[in-house]
Structures are given as structure tokens and as C-alpha cells.
């Protein structure tokens, strides 16, 4: 029961906290003339997927269980592609991904490139050949991580004329000025952190105490509650009518999901963190890749009406998304 409440309190902070980041990730955008894509992916995905930052580095080092920290990562990847389909149902003009910018597919395709590359190493496992205690991957997903925040930011700043287009017919937030957002947004990220130092030890309590194993906890219960800013923030976005803020943030978080593996590597001593995990973890990586590259599909065909109450590219999220927490529960 205590596991449980612990659980309820860390996830109570952590959504207080994140339905303040999107309006504050919105008057930056605007004030900044950066765009909600370029803000999206790397302010909002940064602050929102610290909660798997700190959870990984918390697993590998004081409570010592790296499956709890890379199924947390591979979990949230799934799990923020799961929120487009939420987003989808929220949102009513149209299908949500043929609102947002084509930029989007950018990050998207950094983001399958990222996991394919995870999903490699697993496979691979002690085959590949260190570098010191660290894994040959690691280097490669921070440099893939920063190559790729380069990418959008060039991408975006060609879109800086038409932001000032925007910012001539109206502007949102004239009476907040750049340097409160930035204060509020710090302040809400502080309170995120702290809520996150306390998940894994509940996560690998709750393992212990049902019997569902550290890579099924990881990627599923620790998973939805280190992503909830990501919900949060979302939909927040979504209703003042920040498409591309929303998207960003998802498809930002799951490339900075994969640079936080990177880092829980640096922080692992024993040796590369891929070589002493379960191979189960593979399942979801896959799935992540499949679910992304059906948001890329959305993205590029633009669908103009929902099958019932979703667009098909969401339906087909959310079967693959069902389709993994099968397969983890049947492995676990």
C-alpha cells in the first residue's frame, strides 16, 4: 500500500508541475521567434523527460537495477507515441497530425534512427566491443542526439519569416515578458526532478511485491509515470492551440529518452548497460520504431477525416501500443 501511495504522491507533483510548462514552452516560442517545433523538441523535451533522467541515473546507481532504467526509456518512447493517439481524440477540427507541421517528420525519423540503433546493440549484446565500461553505442547516440538538435534548429530557423508573419497579426502573451516564463519554467522543472528521485526504488518495490519483474515494471508502470509531463504538457498545448509545441515535445522526448540511455551507461560501472539487461527489451524498441513510423505515415499523408472517433494512423498506434504490453506481460 505504501509502494502504491508513493507512487500516487511522486505522479500527483509531477502533473502540478507539468501543466504549467506548455503555456510558459508557448510565450518562449513566441517571444524567442524559435518556433514551437525548435522549443518543443528540445526546452519542453528536455524538462519533460527529466523524470526518466533522474530515474535512470537512480536506478543504475543507488538502487543498482538497470532493467527498471532502460525499460523505463524504451517505455516512455512507446508510451509518448501512445499520446498522439490521445491527442488525436482530443482534438476535433481535424486528425491532429494533419494539422501539424511536416518539420515534425524530422524528429520523428531521428527518433527511429535512434532506436534502431538501440535495438541493434541489444541484439548484439557483449559482442560489441567496449570503450572502457561504457558500450561502442553510447558515443554514437550522443553524437546522433546533438547532430540531430543542429538539424531542427537550421530547419526551424527557416521558418523564422513566417513566425514574424504571425507575430504581426497577433501577439498571445504581450504582458509576459521572456524572463518570467524562463523563471516559471525553471521552477516547475525543479519540482519535477524532485518528484522523479523517489520512482525507482517504489518501481523495484512494486516488482518485487507482485511478481510482474523489472523489465515488465520498467516499461510499463515506471514508464506511464516518468511520462506523465509529457502528457500533461501536451494536451495542455494542444487546447491553446500549439500543435507543432506538442509534437515536438513527443518526438523531442524520444530522442532525448535515447541520449538518457547514453548517460545511464556513463553511470553504470559495471560494464555497458545493454550487456546486463534482458533482451526482452527489444520488443518494445521495435514497437516504438513501428508506432513511429506509423506517425510518420499521419504526418506525410495528412488524413482530412477519423475513422469513428480516431484517425487511422491513431487506431493503428494505439493496437500496436496494446500489442506491446502483451507481449511484455507474456515474457515477463
Known sequence: MILWVGLILCTSVIVYAGTRLSKYGDIIAEKTGLGGTWIGVVLLASVTSLPELVTGISSVTYAGVPDIAIGNVIGACVFNMLILAILDAIYRPMPVLSKALQGNILSAGFGI????????????????????????????????????????????????????????????YEDISVKTAILKFSINAV??????????????????????????????????????????????????????????????????NLFILAIDDFFFIKGPIL??????????????????????????????????????????????????????????
Open 191 to 256: 519540482f519535477v526532478i524532485v518528484a522523479s528521485v523517489f520512482l525507482p526504488k517504489v518501481g523495484e518495490g512494486i516488482a518485487e511485491s507482485t511478481g510482474l519483474g523489472q523489465t515488465f515494471v520498467g516499461s510499463i508502470f515506471i514508464a506511464i509515470v516518468t511520462t506523465i509531463p509529457e502528457v500533461v504538457v501536451s494536451i495542455a498545448a494542444v487546447r491553446i492551440g500549439a500543435i507543432d509545441l506538442a509534437m515536438g515535445n513527443l518526438f523531442g522526448s524520444n530522442i532525448f
Open 275 to 332: 550487456s546486463f539487461v534482458n533482451q526482452n527489451h527489444i520488443i518494445s524498441t521495435l514497437f516504438a520504431i513501428a508506432m513511429t513510423s506509423t506517425a510518420i505515415i499521419g504526418l506525410t499523408y495528412r488524413a482530412e477525416k477519423r475513422t469513428l472517433f480516431l484517425a487511422l494512423d491513431s487506431i493503428v498506434i494505439m493496437l500496436l501500443y496494446l500489442a506491446n504490453l502483451m507481449s511484455l506481460y507474456m515474457l515477463k
Open 113 to 172: 534512427f535512434l532506436l534502431s540503433s538501440v535495438a541493434i546493440s541489444l541484439v548484439l549484446g557483449n559482442r560489441i566491443f567496449p570503450l572502457g565500461w561504457i558500450g561502442l553505442y553510447t558515443p554514437l547516440l550522443v553524437l546522433i542526439y546533438l547532430f540531430a538538435m543542429k538539424l531542427v534548429y537550421l530547419y526551424e530557423r527557416k521558418q523564422v519569416s513566417v513566425f514574424i508573419k504571425e507575430m504581426a497579426v497577433e501577439l498571445k
